[in-house]
């Protein structure tokens, strides 16, 4: 059971933030990455279309005989992720929590911007979970629904997210915060970008790194931990556009992906 893979699901690229720090956490794990590439963005559809398709790609990972599996997605992590875990033996993870307990550990001033797709953004579950750890927390959410297809295409420092980039971001300088927190996987690969905007003075935080560490306490809690003397194997599955998948993909976790496969979402 140790030796079996992790499975990490996304909407598309971005979970790719959650699995790079998995790897660097855990070199010696083994991953199955899904990104649901053919229906991405998923921040602007229906919850019961979310859930739908959060349940075909658990079911796809659940085929691949893994031990865990972290929904890296903030979109289904807000929408259906009790719904998920409770369908299910193996142990699934979200984003929120960790993201959370990140911001609430980096504020000092106690105003903290939260940036999502506008499912997230609509659900307050970073509120929720950021004044369930302290209520005294100010929150200042904002939609970003632009920055998913920006980071799908591969744009992450030309004019075009940069302009993007403050459009959005302005008027949660102008709230004072200290904080921000990227509530989309996708949105760390924007990072330059956003800093840039944003400024030296406001953290930005994303929940991947928080994420990993909740994946190696699950697993060494559970004696799960990988114990073979091999190198890691990594195999990822898309739903469609591999070719650009791999290309961002690459760039950001500076690692070839292959294999790569094609499955009917």
């Not at 369930?132 to 920006?150: D, G, M, T």
Request: aromatic share 8%.
């Amino acid at each position: 059971m140790s030796n079996i893979p992790i499975g990490v699901f996304d909407s598309g690229i971005g979970g790719l933030t959650v699995a790079g720090e998995i790897m660097k956490l855990l070199p010696g794990e083994n991953i199955v990455y899904f990104g649901d590439t053919a229906r991405v963005p998923y921040g602007s559809k229906s919850p019961e279309a979310i859930t739908q398709f959060a349940f075909e790609g658990l079911k796809f990972l659940l085929s691949q005989d893994v031990k865990l599996i972290v929904i890296a997605c903030n979109t289904v992590s807000a929408t259906c992720l009790e719904e998920l875990a409770a369908s299910t033996r193996v142990p699934v993870l979200g984003v929120i929590e960790p993201g959370a307990r990140a911001a609430v550990n980096a504020t000092r001033n106690h105003r903290v911007g939260v940036i999502g797709t506008e499912r997230t953004t609509k659900s307050r579950a970073y509120e929720r979970a950021i004044n369930a750890l302290n209520e005294s927390i100010s929150i200042y959410s904002k939609a970003c629904p632009l920055f998913v297809p920006l980071v799908e295409e591969g744009w992450l420092e030309n004019e075009a997210a940069l302009i993007t980039a403050k459009i959005y971001l302005e008027p949660l300088k102008g709230q004072g915060i200290d904080t921000l927190v990227l509530a989309c996987t996708h949105y760390p690969l924007l990072k330059p970008a956003i800093g840039q905007i944003m400024g030296r003075g406001v953290r930005l935080v994303d929940s991947a790194e928080e994420t990993a560490k909740e994946v190696w306490q699950i697993l060494n809690g559970g004696n799960l931990l990988r114990k073979a003397n091999a190198p890691a194997s990594y195999r990822y599955f898309v739903s469609d556009d591999p070719e650009k998948f791999v290309r961002v993909g690459e760039k950001f976790l500076k690692r070839s992906i292959e294999p790569i496969s094609v499955i009917e979402p």
